[in-house]
């Protein structure tokens, strides 16, 4: 098992910065992919962004892409969300999720999630 805790969100004006990180513990070892969804009210949940275990090998969705940056530190098992120019249409629960498959972004690849942390941005 693969235990994962988001931290970092917030509340922020249009155009801000925010950083989110995600804590693993557990049998991380077992794991090729990390990323990071999102889910606002009334929607699906949305891929954002994913990382490799090993190497550095990220993916984007195209409405963050060149806004928000995925990293990780393995020492720590920690992962990373640097999100800058936010807007309002950013605003959703984000998600930290785990997977043993490599280079997905589908949700139902992603054997282990976290619980979740608001992002809200205002206009």
């Known amino acids: 098992q693969v235990q994962l805790v988001e931290s970092g969100g917030g509340s922020v004006q249009a155009g801000d910065s925010l950083s989110l990180s995600c804590a693993a513990s557990?049998?991380?070892?077992?794991?090729?992919?990390l990323g990071w969804f999102r889910q606002s009210l009334g929607k699906e949940r949305e891929f954002v962004a994913a990382?490799?275990?090993?190497?550095?090998?990220?993916n984007y969705a195209d409405s963050v892409k060149g806004r928000f940056t995925i990293s990780r530190k393995n020492a720590r098992s920690t992962l990373y969300l640097q999100m800058n120019s936010l807007k309002p249409e950013d605003t959703a629960v984000y998600y930290c999720?785990?997977?043993?498959?490599?280079?997905?972004?589908?949700?139902?690849?992603?054997?282990?999630w976290g619980q979740g942390t608001q992002v809200t941005v205002s206009s």
């Open positions: 557990g049998r991380t070892f077992s794991l090729s992919t």
């Open positions: 999720a785990a997977s043993a498959r490599v280079g997905v972004t589908a949700t139902f690849n992603y054997d282990y």
């Open positions: 990382i490799s275990w090993v190497g550095s090998r990220t």
